[in-house]
């Protein structure tokens, strides 16, 4: 639309039968070059790992270039002597401009119609647009690989495994905000793709937690935390993770469906704002997320928790139905924490009472650990801390009745979840993050492990896809 045709189709050097030219030539290239690399020396002795690495760098070297040309002798973006600007002004053709992008073939040098508007004074190339490469420099393939390197690990080792896998050279700071934006694009979908995905399973799980993120030091100015001057170093990142447990093991527990894990994250609220007094931002997404999960149309649905007041406030008010469990696997870890107030950290009386109390939690005997603790009350805070624990989350510790029902109480998912998803990517030595830099990065992570990355690249690409 508002293209005018330049004829470059009936001109391409590469028409109909050009691309059958384009490929004998190619192939007949790179031929050449391996016979050229390898020269007359014996198989034997050849140091194959240099052979394979320069034989791949040549065979992109020569796409790259085959590519280029194909690009660049079309000129069909010429749109005319003038383009409307976004800015509602006319900009001005100023020629073709060349710029060159990192692609997954390497350096490309592409020659694109550049428009200017004197009205905003910044110009733009419809090309870049069409072809999805205003990100960076980048081509959407390296985009692509470079974050799913940075939802894995660092930006700086993401820079390196680009480089040493694929032979592409993205520096550390672009893959941090190629990441960056890539993940802010993902937040928003997530927002707004929030369609049932998958059966109906007989029972889901929907699990809440929370972890802290480092900060960087303007991030927290003025917020009190957990520091002993009453300062913050941290912003409660929040997960909500589904999954399902149809398996059985060989004593006929139900176990994790491998692969039925999804997760959803952010550095947000679970308090209700003014602006919005029904639900928190977290309460909304832990919504999307029963939405895409199908939770409340499961015939049985749990929420497990650890026992902060915003998970089970958030559970009730979402899922008045459903079932509330306290994640067994953190009650036993406040009992050691108790045990070891009591007795010493060191002392060998600690473990076996914590055992103890452990094997009549299994039992569902809470008043006997409420007996056991009550002597110690005076001892330590954290006994009445314990104590208080046990009594007001006493409905969701009946955990011989959830066993008959053949319900979980204890998958390892919540704790794993808040390692998997912000630990092992954010918690790192070192690392101090913003908000929205933290954010991104966590929704990137969320969308790969929760196998929705290839679902919002195709999205992505559709979306983006040009007006034909
Ligand atoms: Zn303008």
Same mark, same amino acid.
């Given at each position: 639309m508002g293209r005018c045709p330049t004829g470059a189709d009936t001109n391409s050097p590469f028409g109909a039968s050009g691309k059958k030219g384009l490929q004998t030539q190619i192939q007949t290239d790179i031929r050449q070059e391996i016979e050229a690399l390898l020269g007359r020396q014996s198989i034997q002795g050849l140091d194959f790992e240099a052979v394979e690495m320069a034989a791949r760098r040549q065979a992109l070297r020569l796409a790259a270039r085959a590519l280029e040309q194909r690009l660049n002798a079309d000129?069909?973006?010429?749109?005319?002597p003038q383009l409307p600007c976004a800015c509602g002004a006319s900009a001005q053709y100023h020629g073709r401009h060349g710029k060159t992008f990192e692609s997954v073939l390497g350096p490309l040098l592409l020659d694109r119609a550049y428009y200017y508007c004197a009205q905003c004074q910044s110009g733009f190339c419809p090309r870049d647009r069409h072809l999805h490469?205003?990100?960076?420099?980048?081509?959407p393939g390296v985009l692509r690989m470079t974050a799913s390197a940075a939802a894995l690990v660092s930006f700086g080792e993401s820079s390196d495994l680009l480089r040493e896998l694929a032979g592409v050279e993205v520096s550390a700071s672009q893959v941090e905000r190629a990441a960056e934006a890539l993940g802010a694009e993902i937040a928003v979908d997530e927002h707004n793709c929030v369609e049932p995905a998958g059966d109906v399973a007989p029972t889901i799980y929907l699990g809440m937690d929370g972890t802290g993120v480092p900060m960087r030091n303007s991030e927290v100015a003025g917020r009190a935390g957990?520091?002993?001057?009453? !300062?913050?170093?941290t912003r409660e990142a929040k997960v909500v993770t589904a999954w399902t447990a149809e398996s059985r093991d060989d004593q006929g527990k139900p176990m994790r469906d491998p692969g039925s894990i999804t997760y959803s994250a952010a550095i947000e609220s679970a308090a209700a704002r003014d602006a919005n007094p029904d639900r928190s931002d977290f309460a909304e997404r832990v919504l999307r997320e029963a939405i895409r999960r199908s939770f409340t149309k499961a015939p049985r649905c749990v929420v497990l928790g650890d026992g902060s007041a915003w998970i089970w406030n958030t559970a009730r008010e979402l899922f008045p139905q459903a079932i509330q469990i306290l994640d067994r696997y953190h009650v036993k870890e406040t009992l050691h924490r108790t045990a070891q107030a009591i007795f010493g950290?060191? !002392?060998?009386?600690a473990k076996p009472w914590a055992m103890a109390r452990c094997t009549e939690l299994d039992d569902g005997k809470l008043s006997a650990i409420i007996h056991a603790l009550r002597p110690h009350l005076t001892a330590s805070h954290e006994v009445t801390k314990c104590a208080t624990y046990i009594f007001r989350n006493r409905s969701r510790m009946r955990y011989p009745k959830f066993h008959s029902q053949g319900l979980c109480t204890s998958t390892g998912v919540l704790e794993a979840g808040c390692k998997i998803v912000i630990g092992t990517r954010l918690k790192r030595t070192g690392m101090h993050w913003t908000i929205s830099g933290a954010n991104a990065i966590i929704a990137l992570r969320c969308s790969k492990l929760s196998g929705r990355f290839e679902d919002f690249w195709e999205r992505r690409a559709t979306q983006l896809a040009p007006a034909a």
């Open positions: 000129t069909s973006d010429h749109g005319g490469l205003e990100m960076f420099s980048l081509t957990k520091q002993p001057d009453g !300062s913050a170093k950290a060191t !002392s060998p009386e």
